[in-house]
């Protein structure tokens, strides 16, 4: 029991390391519109990291309420940002949250659904609580003035993206229908359906990788072929850059990519890396390749010994073992090859 329990207690500490390495990576201005521009625009270089901001609502207006209320504040998702873009010469609102995945969660469907609904709730009450404050309603209907959001009032657009960082491919339903055990087309046309939004390296074509434009795509090209080293060395010497310690982080949590940095650096060569860890795997091999053989040369010649007793001295297996002295432990496997 103790031991299951330290188990346990370790694969915890595990996962919040993986957490929160990927939770700062992804926090990144520069990286997080990264993720979005690919899924949303194809990699097009729309949203600027500069029109992000984290939630505050002491900073940002949203487009509704008499007294310019601020943006609820959310506090549930892995990362969450404000992006405020001109259109038209119109402000363009969205949320957009990123959940950080090392494993298939495999009620994500509804997580996310939760989350969405809370925040879009708390808009909801947010514009309630501005109109009751300011007192507008005498010139809005019965309805209006229960429900507290105005016909004028807008909602902003919550989009959630969940970043697998997995090698496997993600198993897991990506839509709410998916979880349920039916299969009536009528009955399943009456329930709303909500569908994740998903990047997983394993099914990103090389040439989607291209697409982005920050480490991203590094460090999902990285995941995606950590299990096939030679794969990983060739994508490594044509596409990769030189890495950071963010990315590093990510990767040794991910994938057991085992990186370092040397000290005083900055930056790593992850080509040379790999190429540093290949021959020390070569090197591994060899040697484990020479401890074998020694010891199946060493077995040989006591077989050898053992049979040639038996022979001269008219022994039993047992008895020239134990005139030789091998161990108990050693006895009944070298009997069958007797």
């Known amino acids: 029991m103790l031991k299951r329990d330290t188990a346990g207690m370790r694969e915890v500490r595990r996962l919040g390391r993986k957490d929160t390495v990927t939770r700062a990576y992804m926090k990144q201005n520069t990286i997080f519109a990264d993720a979005f521009n690919y899924y949303i625009f194809g990699g097009q270089q729309v949203i600027r990291p500069d029109q992000l901001r984290e939630?505050?609502?002491?900073?940002?207006?949203v487009p509704y309420g008499a007294d310019g209320a601020g943006e609820p504040e959310q506090k549930y998702r892995d990362v969450m940002k404000s992006l405020t873009a001109m259109q038209d010469e119109n402000a363009a609102y969205?949320?957009?949250?990123?959940?950080?995945?090392?494993?298939v969660h495999y009620a994500m469907p509804v997580k996310n659904l939760v989350y969405d609904a809370i925040n879009y709730?708390?808009?909801?009450?947010?514009?309630?609580n501005s109109h009751r404050k300011v007192k507008d309603h005498k010139e809005h209907g019965k309805g209006e003035f229960l429900s507290g959001f105005y016909k004028e009032d807008k909602l902003i657009p919550v989009i959630t993206l969940v970043i697998f960082f997995s090698p496997d491919e993600w198993d897991g339903p990506t839509s709410l229908h998916e979880m349920m055990n039916v299969t009536d087309e009528r009955i399943l046309s009456l329930v709303p359906d909500y569908q994740i939004h998903l990047?997983?390296?394993?099914?990103?074509?090389?040439?989607?990788?291209?697409?982005?434009?920050?480490?991203?795509?590094?460090?999902l090209g990285f995941i995606k072929y950590s299990k096939d080293k030679d794969k990983l060395t060739e994508i490594v010497q044509d596409e990769?850059?030189?890495?950071?310690?963010?990315?590093?982080?990510?990767?040794?949590?991910?994938?057991?990519?085992?990186?370092?940095l040397q000290d005083g650096e900055e930056r790593l060569d992850v080509c040379k890396a790999l190429e540093d860890m290949k021959r020390e795997a070569a090197e591994e091999a060899t040697i484990k390749a020479t401890i074998k053989t020694a010891k199946e040369?060493?077995?040989?010649?006591?077989?050898?010994?053992l049979s040639s007793l038996m022979r001269t001295l008219h022994l039993s297996a047992e008895q020239?073992?134990?005139?030789?002295?091998?161990?108990e432990a050693k006895r009944s496997k070298l009997v069958a090859k007797l």
């Open 94 to 103: 969205l949320l957009l949250g990123i959940e950080n995945q090392g494993d």
């Open 320 to 327: 020239a073992m134990a005139a030789l002295e091998v161990p």
């Open 240 to 260: 990769f850059q030189e890495l950071r310690k963010e990315e590093i982080d990510v990767l040794n949590e991910c994938v057991n990519a085992n990186l370092r």
């Open 121 to 128: 709730a708390k808009q909801v009450q947010k514009a309630a």
């Open 297 to 305: 040369t060493q077995e040989e010649i006591l077989l050898q010994n």
């Open 199 to 219: 990047i997983a390296p394993a099914g990103l074509a090389d040439e989607e990788l291209k697409k982005f434009h920050s480490s991203l795509k590094e460090v």
């Open 55 to 61: 939630l505050d609502t002491a900073e940002i207006v």
